[in-house]
């Protein structure tokens, strides 16, 4: 807690509202809760105001999450939150939004119709990451059994750049990570990399259309060709399911032609997350399984609830169902050529970025941005006098938020910059951007020695 720790009490000779020109930390609740409290009005001032040393959400170019809507999205968020999205008997418009969206998804990204996709919305790709393993880890036993083997050994194969969110799925639900790591200019999974890991106890193999390190999209068209091609060769049937958190809602319009979804048949599963370039403010993720058989039917629970029976696969219960509802706005507000338009923008942008910051001199590109609007930047061999942790701080002096993290295990020598672009990013933010980083570079680069260290330019790798 970096807070300083005011005594508990020290408001209760001041009346809230004088009290509002000292500093508001002395006045909220930090370890206990008051005996009385400071009414609406002056909780709503000190809170909003100790909120604004937040940093400023547009210009944090490290998140991967939306942090601009319409406004009348936010109202339409306003007026929903109070419906509880696993009431589906008492709001059963909000459960006929909810499967509107998944159809939406499941054709967008071309399941078959005859196959009938199933899916759920869930509070972001984390928790559609562990249904979607689950559901994998599942089958796989369900195989085991009718093989009459062993089934007390499971493993999952993806690249060591996957979201921590896999990890977490395989240390909760105890399945080994076969993660396969990064080398030289290879910064995410390979085909034949993948393949080499699996056996049969391999679940799956998890591939990633929009790595976080890098914004780069996973092969995932060749790594399904090298499984068909295992299951020829040796009879080993390794299902796929892609982690399409970022790239699910920027493919099918900016690429449609990139084969990564259910065109693929070795792809049972789908997570996205809509709260990143779905365009809907945090906490809410999709899950799409291509067909019944994807999912097994004893993960899903017959909820018999407030008078209803509902079928649901969930790790949570009770959640607002204002995230879902603002989902479906922004598909029926913006369609198809509007998402197409607005992830055009921020992958302009991206681009403009990309190639100012290379021309510059001291950079190196990792990743343009040109499959997701995201892209990661080192400095060359041969710059000694300041980091890329340097160039992060610098910025941030400037109010930009561009985070700078090294990478995992075998190339942790290799430290970068990443930039997120997301709606609401301009071309005039990108050249004063572009310009700042002119001019901070400029100064970094005509140091006639080198900055001290400090610990930072250790820190760990970064995560989302
Ligand atoms: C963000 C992200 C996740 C986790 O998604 P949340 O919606 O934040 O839970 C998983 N995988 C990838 C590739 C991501 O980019």
């Not at 393949?195 to 995932?220: K, M, Q």
């Not at 005039?428 to 310009?435: K, N, P, Y």
Request: aromatic content about 8%; charged content about 25%.
């Amino acid at each position: 807690m970096a807070l300083s720790t005011h005594k508990r009490g020290a408001h209760h000779h001041q009346p809230p509202a004088a009290a509002l020109h000292h500093h508001p930390e002395a006045l909220m609740p930090l370890r206990s809760l008051a005996d009385h409290g400071l009414g609406e009005q002056t909780s709503y001032e000190l809170i909003s105001s100790e909120l604004l040393l937040d940093g400023q959400a547009r210009l944090n170019l490290a998140t991967f999450v939306t942090t601009w809507m319409p406004s009348l999205a936010g109202r339409l968020m306003d007026e929903t939150a109070d419906k509880n999205i696993i009431d589906k008997d008492e709001y059963p418009q909000t459960a006929a939004i909810e499967e509107r969206c998944v159809n939406i998804l499941a054709e967008l990204w071309h399941a078959d119709p005859e196959e009938q996709a199933t899916g759920c919305s869930t509070t972001g790709s984390s928790e559609a990451a562990m249904l979607c393993g689950l559901a994998l880890k599942w089958r796989w036993r369900e195989r085991m059994r009718a093989a009459g083997k062993p089934a007390d050994k499971p493993n999952l194969v993806t690249g060591a750049n996957v979201q921590v969110c896999w990890e977490k799925f395989m240390r909760y639900w105890d399945v080994e990570p076969r993660l396969v790591p990064m080398e030289g200019e290879r910064y995410h999974l390979s085909a034949a990399e993948a393949v080499a890991r699996c056996d049969e106890n391999t679940i799956g193999v998890v591939g990633v259309l929009g790595s976080t390190f890098d914004g780069s999209y996973e092969p995932i068209a060749e790594i399904a060709a090298a499984l068909d091609d295992l299951q020829a060769r040796t009879g080993l049937d390794v299902p796929l399911h892609v982690d399409g958190a970022s790239g699910g809602f920027v493919a099918p319009f900016l690429q449609p032609a990139i084969e990564w979804d259910f065109r693929i048949p070795r792809v049972q599963s789908i997570n996205a997350s809509g709260h990143k370039y779905g365009l809907v403010y945090p906490g809410v993720g999709w899950a799409v399984w291509r067909n019944q058989a994807a999912l097994p039917k004893d993960l899903i629970f017959d909820v018999n609830y407030l008078g209803g029976h509902m079928p649901t696969f969930a790790l949570n219960f009770s959640r607002p169902g204002s995230e879902v509802i603002a989902q479906y706005f922004m598909f029926s507000s913006l369609g198809r050529e509007g998402y197409r338009r607005v992830l055009q923008n921020a992958q302009d942008v991206a681009l403009r970025l990309s190639s100012g910051i290379e021309q510059m001199g001291p950079y190196r590109l990792l990743s343009r941005g040109d499959e997701l609007p995201v892209f990661a930047f080192t400095l060359k061999d041969g710059v000694e006098n300041y980091t890329v942790f340097d160039v992060s701080d610098r910025l941030r002096q400037r109010g930009w938020l561009v985070p700078a993290y090294t990478f995992p295990e075998n190339l942790e020598e290799l430290s970068v910059l990443r930039i997120v672009v997301r709606a609401g990013m301009t071309l005039d933010m990108a050249d004063t951007l572009l310009e700042q980083l002119r001019e901070e570079t400029g100064e970094l680069q005509s140091l006639d020695g080198p900055l001290p260290r400090t610990k930072r330019g250790a820190v760990e790798g970064f995560r989302h």
